[in-house]
């Protein structure tokens, strides 16, 4: 696990504080960042985030999707836990807290901010990062590719009647223009955009060239855009940040029960279903973690002025690398109560 993944979450703090003070002192750039807009979505946090997707979705092979056929019964797992059960748990987990636990610590307008916040993340699974939680407990690479390749076909079609549904559920006013706008800049571009490049770079130079010296170096080009994203999100955001900085344990505290329960709905039913390890674990990682890049993005195309939106999905960066770590331990020390056998050497 490169050192950058691995303090990912002390990074996010220093990104806060950075932006925190940017946005106290240097004013002028969260006004600019006000200004530089079309259909209330920031044009240089797109650019930054986009930035930040396409490198994710070039990893993805989605040719690996004709294998769908091969072994499915982790697939409807992952596929049952991201789109039938995470997104409304996250609902009902962040509702109880935001809106009941937290009554008397926290304003009524900012529960419902995060509570919204809450939504958006949980209705987006996990992409790229999973590799790295699937490598750290062996999982099976073939078939956790395919795995992320289908959850993101499934995310175009989902997403958006998912996030409509439960805001709408929530009380929330639906810009639906904006939502789809958003899916389509944030997902199906970059997806597109990473879908013809890899085919053009495997036709021309070979797999290998591009695993080895193209994703490497947009990899660094995906670490930029996510500090500099941060520091301008929480630049926006400072006014809320020191008014309230409590908030964001608060905003943890859901995130992490959400996170850790789906980890364990899909783990053990993987246990159930008697797949093999290399399979469940991945299959659990994809459910627990997110793609926070487009629950950020999202957030500030559909609640511009609305900052707690952004912070909640924000907070969900912050806590999901030591979650996840500890997830992959507890994955590791329970290896031997799954089934081994030959699904570990099988592409799907």
Not at 90 to 106: D, E, P, R, T
Not at 252 to 277: D, E, G, M
Request: glycine residues 6%; hydrophobic residues 60%; aromatic residues 10%.
């Amino acid at each position: 696990m490169k050192a950058f993944e691995k303090y990912l979450t002390l990074v996010v703090l220093a990104c806060m504080i950075i932006g925190v003070l940017i946005g106290q002192y240097l004013t002028v750039i969260p006004d600019l960042l006000n200004r530089l807009t079309i259909a209330q979505i920031s044009i240089p946090i797109a650019v930054l985030i986009w930035v930040m997707i396409f490198p994710m979705m070039l990893k993805v092979d989605f040719s690996s999707v004709k294998n769908i056929r091969k072994n499915p019964k982790g697939l409807y797992l992952t596929w049952t836990a991201n789109w039938l059960i995470k997104p409304f748990s996250m609902f009902l987990i962040a509702s109880l807290f935001f809106l009941v636990i937290y009554q008397n610590l926290i304003p009524s307008h900012l529960a419902n901010d995060y509570l919204a916040g809450a939504i958006i993340l949980g209705a987006a699974p996990c992409t790229a990062m999973v590799f790295v939680w699937s490598q750290l407990t062996k999982g099976n690479a073939a078939y956790t590719l395919v795995q992320v390749a289908t959850n993101n076909l499934i995310l175009l079609v989902l997403f958006v009647p998912i996030v409509g549904l439960l805001l709408g559920v929530g009380g929330f006013t639906i810009p639906w223009m904006t939502l789809f706008l958003s899916v389509i800049l944030f997902v199906v571009v970059p997806l597109t955009a990473a879908s013809i490049t890899r085919t053009m770079i495997i036709t021309h130079k070979g797999l290998d060239y591009l695993d080895q010296k193209i994703i490497p170096k947009f990899s660094k080009v995906t670490m930029l855009g996510l500090l500099l994203t941060l520091v301008l999100i929480f630049s926006l955001q400072s006014e809320l940040i020191i008014e309230y900085p409590l908030h964001i344990i608060l905003i943890a505290i859901p995130l992490i029960i959400q996170t850790l329960f789906i980890f364990a709905i899909t783990y053990f039913s993987a246990q159930r279903l008697k797949l093999t390890h290399d399979v469940a674990a991945p299959a659990g990682f994809i459910g627990a973690s997110n793609f926070f890049e487009l629950a950020v993005a999202v957030a500030i195309a559909l609640f511009p002025i609305n900052p707690g939106v952004a912070l909640a999905t924000i907070v969900g960066v912050l806590v999901e690398v030591p979650v996840m770590l500890l997830l992959v331990k507890i994955a590791n020390r329970t290896k031997g109560a799954f089934k081994q056998g030959t699904l570990a050497t099988e592409t799907p």
